[in-house]
């Protein structure tokens, strides 16, 4: 736990201009006495390659710290053009603001910095050689990254674990690579029984589904050729009736032609009721063949 807990920091001069100082209103809260200062630092970043352009704008000794909430005011020069490469003067860059304790950093915070012309004209077709009265610098107040670091204050107990704490009874726990091997292979054994049920499931199913299709049409088919031989018996019987009736017509004109005038009424009678036997024979029978089937 932080004996100094950071509250806020607020950016008074912004925007200014480059070669303006820099001026911070901070905010901070002290749990507990304290036997040294803190110092406070703020640091120019002047190159984005190299650490070597970067500078120290300003530090601050603020002691000694009364517990509770307390607040300052923090002013920093600007950053020194000699030690800043002239391409890196304009364009964003970054400022960091530090708190340590004893020489021991616990908190960071980083803002964005960029520099410009304050005309257009200027920052469209920039000089070769920087003018520096017309550059202005904006510090994004709004988004800053802060970093925390534990350190060790003036008490033992305040200092922060270097190692992991000991688990002397972690030694005499069961090792577990048995129980988890065991514990993916029953859920092998139980994944591999579900999929085999799936899929005898599956294949009663199409079984099933292949019978209820099967039975119908064969029930149908066998329906279609019952009445398929009905009909053709039935024919057959049309057929023979009608040939033997054919030959009854023969036999009888045979046997009329020596006396057509006596037996023309009679064998007109008598063929009108034969033919209308022969029409009705047919009808008779063809419900037979229906029995037949049912």
Not at 33 to 62: N, P, R
């Amino acid at each position: 736990m932080s004996v100094v807990s950071l509250l806020g920091v607020k950016v008074l001069n912004n925007p200014a201009k480059f070669s303006d100082s820099y001026q911070f209103e901070i905010t901070f809260e002290c749990l507990e006495q304290l036997q040294k200062d803190l110092e406070w630092k703020l640091t120019y970043v002047g190159s984005a390659t190299s650490s070597e352009h970067d500078q120290e704008l300003d530090s601050l000794l603020v002691g000694p710290i009364p517990v509770g909430i307390n607040k300052f005011i923090f002013e920093a020069d600007p950053p020194d053009l000699r030690r800043i490469p002239t391409s890196e003067i304009l364009g964003v860059t970054v400022i960091l603001l530090t708190c340590s304790y004893d020489n021991r950093e616990f908190v960071r915070v980083g803002y964005y910095v960029n520099n410009e012309y304050d005309s257009e004209e200027l920052n469209r077709e920039p000089p070769a050689k920087p003018i520096i009265e017309r550059v202005k610098r904006n510090v994004l107040a709004e988004k800053p990254r802060v970093t925390r670091f534990a350190i060790k204050w003036d008490s033992e107990d305040s200092a922060p674990a270097e190692f992991p704490p000991e688990q002397p009874e972690a030694d005499t726990e069961q090792d577990d690579g048995t129980a988890y091997g065991a514990e993916e292979v029953e859920l092998e054994n139980a994944l591999i029984k579900e999929e085999a049920e799936l899929k005898d499931e599956a294949e009663d199913e199409e079984m099933a589904g292949a019978d209820d299709t099967a039975g119908p049409a064969n029930g149908e088919a066998s329906k279609a050729e019952a009445d398929d031989n009905d009909s053709d018996a039935g024919s057959e019987d049309l057929e023979a009736e009608s040939s033997g009736s054919d030959d009854e017509e023969e036999e009888e004109e045979g046997e009329g032609e020596g006396d057509e005038d006596m037996e023309m009424g009679e064998d007109g009678e008598h063929k009108g009721a034969e033919a209308n036997a022969h029409k009705e024979e047919p009808m008779d029978r063809q419900p037979q063949g229906e029995v037949m089937v049912h």
